[in-house]
């Protein structure tokens, strides 16, 4: 019970405090002099506990209305946020749109010019293998769409390769940077014959090769498809010569050469399915005569010659 009492006994004159209080507030008004003069002297005393009260309840309200308004403003801040990041989502999935329907005008609009000369399939790259980046591709499209072995694969730049694996929805495609996508070639300006092959010693770039130390060929000349072989026609855009480099003993040298096509940056090609009325001579637009704008240039697409060696 001792500790009941050591709990009650400070409320208890707590109590009796606030009793008094209240019974001399009340008399001071109604009483007389001395009640109204202790009321006085009551009322000052309690007067700056009673603002400090006052101040301490108006801080309090602000303040809480202050943390009210903050959860607000973070609950907004998290709304906006994720309206940003929505909206940055879509504006990426549009420049996407953008960029593959200028492609795909670019590949419509080299269709259109060359449908007297040739059918083509316009098919999406759907796979790549990462340890032979250079070798083959896959295309979402197969022999239902009428793609066959050997038949020719291209871009509006130039000769992607050839397919060398057909399922009913998909074909694969053997690249020109492949050791074994070698195709027969001819300088542009000279005729010289010769074949391309992908260059040993130099990734990602092909070679002309076995050709006399007098052979014409120099920087700068355009390599085209020569339509020797029966399966590329004639007249299509290889790539340029970069460097003419002497093999050993003099006797011969080889043209090395940069592709037309950017092999890293293949998302659509088309398939060459039928050619009309046989090879084609010189096939015209960016694919004969680098009317992509690089005939004329000395660099690979990726800017850089690197020997594969280093």
């Not at 059918?119 to 239902?144: C, H, M, Y």
């Not at 072989?229 to 855009?237: C, M, N, S």
């Not at 046989?278 to 660099?299: H, I, N």
């Amino acid at each position: 019970m001792r500790w009941l009492w050591r709990r009650l006994l400070p409320l208890l004159g707590l109590g009796l405090a606030a009793g008094m209080l209240i019974f001399i507030l009340r008399w001071s008004v109604a009483g007389g002099s001395t009640f109204r003069l202790a009321g006085g002297i009551l009322k000052e005393m309690v007067a700056p506990v009673a603002g400090a009260a006052t101040w301490v309840g108006h801080r309090g309200q602000s303040l809480w209305e202050n943390i009210l308004h903050m959860g607000r403003l973070q609950e907004e801040n998290e709304r906006l946020k994720r309206q940003v990041a929505e909206l940055q989502g879509r504006l990426a999935q549009m420049e996407e749109y953008r960029l593959e329907n200028e492609r795909l005008q670019q590949v419509l609009a080299y269709r259109d010019a060359t449908k007297e000369r040739w059918q083509l399939k316009v098919a999406p790259v759907i796979g790549r293998n990462p340890d032979n980046w250079f070798s083959t591709l896959t295309l979402g499209i197969g022999s239902e769409e009428g793609v066959r072995q050997d038949q020719v694969v291209i871009t509006p730049a130039g000769v992607v390769g050839r397919i060398i694996r057909v399922s009913p929805r998909t074909a694969e495609v053997l690249l020109l940077l492949d050791r074994e996508g070698a195709v027969g070639g001819m300088v542009q300006s000279t005729r010289l014959p010769g074949v391309v092959e992908a260059s040993s010693d130099y990734r990602g770039y092909l070679q002309m090769i076995h050709l006399a130390h007098d052979a014409p060929v120099a920087k700068n000349d355009v390599i085209v498809t020569s339509g020797l072989g029966g399966i590329f026609p004639k007249g299509l855009l290889i790539g340029t010569v970069v460097e003419v480099l002497p093999e050993t003993g003099g006797l011969l040298k080889r043209a090395l050469i940069a592709p037309a096509v950017d092999f890293h940056r293949l998302e659509e090609v088309m398939v060459i399915t039928e050619v009309f009325g046989g090879v084609a001579e010189d096939a015209g637009g960016s694919l004969a005569t680098g009317g992509d704008g690089r005939s004329d240039s000395g660099s690979h697409p990726n800017g850089i010659l690197q020997d594969s060696r280093r």
